[in-house]
């Protein structure tokens, strides 16, 4: 690997010029051209009622899956653009565009949906296992399915037209909120000027009057945006509402559930589960506490670093260790990663201007991914760039797949990101140099295991509660600080001094239109991803291939028959979460031995 590595992303290999590219404008005109024409041959297309009838489908199936692809290179392109700098006004623009162009797709998608609901059963059938249909037989039997709870057509386009300047605008807002803000900061008499992405890296100092003063910084800063966050908030949870009562959906899991390809037995055993186990959870933040010379953690102290923080990682020595430490599994991510850097795919200098957070997203057109984040030279920094990686690599295995089976659900995505973390993370704790390096690390696998299975049941909570008051009527700001209070008192089981009343305004994960409970996902793919290490670990370099197999399956069945099938567990049972659960409470059991 190349000495010096590139921090900053290459977008130009895409479209020349960023938000003013005039290539990009040419592929949005051409796009939204063949948008049109799948909804001209949609409505024009008589219903099939025969075996030779159907092969008609075929034209507007490969018409479809070209399309996706497009609209997801679009989307990439204008998230990373908005992301690299928040406050490109013509990248939000374009990212607008891309946004109503979606809604046209999912428009034509409804008629679709209307033609083969009429197909009859038996015509349906034969059609499936044909053989250039039965590569995409499980999403389109899936939409066919999904269809028939769904609204009549035209009222489902009606909806989906309506939400373009509704729904969806107001997840747009949320983010111009978010662009707009800075965390003032002083040190050494200098006031600073912080993104939110650089504060929140902030927020993990070392020093403990550092962590409290920006802490109270963005405390401050979020609740002065607090009226138009719930505002948001309100009218996003009023939209689902509406369309759920419409459709004559009574549970709002429903819809996550859906994407997710799983069912609620399944999500109700993963966080009975946890519930059960959160006890050595507990004793951890307890010891953390007593460690750092306190009575009781405050929500900034949860990611404090314990002892004598490691040096800063250089970005270069980051890129060796990860490419090093796949390669002992997996052969194939080390290579794909190794390309990622020296190719510069990720975008990962500290600068203000970025967006807070991390992501890897897809050029499936292109067969690239783009990664994003803020290194600063912190362990954790390691562990994200390895987590996107893993994502990166997921969509990679795919690339030779048609388009309508490389979508894949959250919940399996976040699992071969784990995956990649836990490989990177686990080498670093076997080759630590002395008990107190090993603790430092081993702190962080358990932060890890805080944050999946206490912060993000705080989540999950707090936006089930958030829904079933949002029936009643708008949420205040009050109201949600206490929701959210409530929700992060109980997960955590009231082992903290101090909790974050306004972390409902400041995730962007609570104002994502296409996902509603973007948070269990994480907790799945966490200890999912734990049962598929377990077997890496015991079958060495020969599981490359199973778990490539594994990823490949991972937009084509649900995630019941996915274990099934590569695992042999049945997740709607308590077994497989307590292996699980037990394998990723085994580092906090080893920090609360090297702490006694």
Known sequence: MKKQLSQTWDLDVFFPGG???????SFLDLLEQDIQQLNSQIQEMAIPHSNEEAETLLRPIYLIQNIESRLRESMSFTECLTSQNVKDNKAKLLYGRVVQLHSAYASAMIGFEKLILQIPEDVWEAFLVTEKIQPVAFPLNERRQQALEKLPPEMEVLANDFAVDGYHAWGDLYSKVVGRITIPFEKDGEVMELSVGQASNMMNDPDRSVRSAVFAKWEEEWANNAELCAHALNHLGGFRLNLYRHRGWESVLKEPLDINRMTEKTLQAMW??????????????????????????????????????????????????????????????????????????????????KRP???????????????????????????????????????????????????????????????????????????????QERIVLLDEKAQNAVAFLINIHARFLFETEFYERRKKGLVSVEELNQLMENAQRRAYRDTLDTYHPHFWTSKLHFYITEVPFYNFPYTFGYLFSYGVYARALSEGPAFEEKYVNLLRDTGRMTVEDLAQKHLGVDLTQADFWQSAVNLALADVEEFLRLTE
């Open 19 to 25: 938000s003013e590219s005039k290539e990009f404008a």
């Open 357 to 435: 957070g991390g992501f890897c997203t897809s050029f499936t057109e292109s067969k690239q991914t783009r990664i994003f984040m803020t290194y600063a030279g912190t362990s954790d920094n390691v562990s994200t760039l390895a987590h996107e990686l893993g994502h990166g690599f997921h969509q990679h295995v795919m690339d030779d797949m048609p388009q309508l089976v490389q979508n894949y659900a959250m919940n399996v995505a976040e699992t071969a990101s784990t995956f990649a973390e836990l490989v990177v993370a686990d080498a670093s704790v076997k080759n630590a140099q002395s008990d």
């Open 272 to 353: 009975n589960v946890i519930e059960e186990n959160k006890g050595l959870l507990v004793q951890y933040l307890n010891r953390k506490a007593k460690l750092l010379g306190i009575e009781k953690l405050t929500w900034h102290d949860v990611h404090a670093p314990i002892g004598e923080v490691a040096k800063k990682i250089p970005y270069e020595e980051a890129a060796s260790l990860i490419v090093e430490q796949f390669a002992r599994l997996s052969p194939k991510m080390a290579r794909f990663s190794e390309r990622a850097f020296e190719e510069s795919w990720i975008e990962a200098e500290d600068r203000p201007g």
